[in-house]
């Protein structure tokens, strides 16, 4: 299997005819066609519902007792499926500013996440930044 393309086989979703389609990761992809083609249904009710169907089937039976289980959408395969997040088509925000991460509030988990896990290094000679003990600090002055 290519791990750099989405499939999606048998899409049976609303008014989608089992179709197949095989969409590229990594890269900004638009899914356009005529009223009522089943463009939101292919982007929302199948490949969203499933990404989110699969995560929170991976949560233990405790955490998924607070959240609401998504049907499986009527699909024979989706193959190379990435974390998916859906954001509503509406103005949440007046801030020019505001991000995908902002607007789904990830963002204040990964700024968490990088300060635990990242390594900082020196913007100037790239070298780690490491702490230093008092003693340390006296010797370099």
Not at 51 to 62: F, K, N, T, W
Not at 101 to 107: A, L, Q
Request: aromatic share 6%; proline share 4%.
């Amino acid at each position: 299997m290519n791990q750099n393309e989405l499939k999606v086989r048998g899409a049976r979703h609303h008014n989608l005819k089992n179709i197949d389609v095989n969409i590229p990761k990594n890269k900004i992809v638009v899914i356009s066609g005529l009223s009522g083609s089943g463009k939101s249904t292919l982007a929302f009710d199948t490949i969203y519902a499933e990404g989110q169907r699969r995560y929170v089937e991976s949560l233990s039976a405790y955490a998924r007792q607070f959240l609401e289980m998504m049907d499986k959408p009527d699909v024979d395969s989706i193959d190379g499926l990435s974390p998916a997040i859906s954001i509503q088509q509406k103005t949440t925000s007046k801030n020019p500013r505001s991000t995908v991460g902002t607007t789904t509030e990830i963002y204040d988990y990964m700024r968490l996440l990088f300060a635990r896990i990242g390594i900082p290094h020196c913007t100037n000679c790239g070298r780690k930044i490491s702490t230093q003990s008092m003693n340390q600090l006296q010797i370099q002055s």
